[in-house]
């Protein structure tokens, strides 16, 4: 009932948004719960649950969700607290900050990539995946900052 004072807990497992695909929606999209996109979007997404862009789908967007799987066309930066999964038909040209990242045979992605671990206790270090040359890099300047030992 509209303007009811009850309100339920949302399930952000659960898609409640749908943008269609005769639909072109411009400006910023907030939701609690999972959204999927067939039509054009022109604006931000930020989203506490997943994100499904249709093949049909066209998005110019930066996009924050769970997860996201993109089997339309993404122009813009997707950072995501779990995985990207960019299908065979998906093409994703912008930045990603992610925890995982899939890419199918055949899907498109031109940008750069970050990925991140989000516990604080895996920040820490424990199991943390680092690129060598960086790590070498840093290795001789603390040496060479405590004087050689």
Do not use: W, Y
């Amino acid at each position: 009932m509209l303007g009811s004072s009850k309100t339920k807990p949302i399930n952000t497992k659960t898609t409640d948004t749908l943008i269609g695909e005769s639909t072109i929606c411009e400006g910023k999209v907030m939701s609690e719960a999972s959204l999927r996109i067939e039509g054009q979007l022109n604006g931000d997404v930020e989203c506490a649950g997943d994100i499904t862009i249709g093949e049909n789908a066209i998005v110019q967007s930066n996009i924050h969700a769970r997860d996201v799987i993109i089997a339309g066309k993404v122009k813009g930066n997707v950072v995501t607290k779990g995985k990207l999964i960019v299908t065979s038909t998906g093409v994703l040209i912008g930045n990603i900050d992610v925890r995982s990242f899939i890419i199918q045979e055949g899907g498109i992605f031109q940008g750069s990539s970050t990925m991140s671990l989000s516990s604080s206790s895996e920040r820490s270090g424990g199991g943390k995946v680092i690129d060598a040359k960086a790590h070498k890099q840093q290795k001789s300047e603390q040496q060479a900052a405590s004087g050689g030992n």
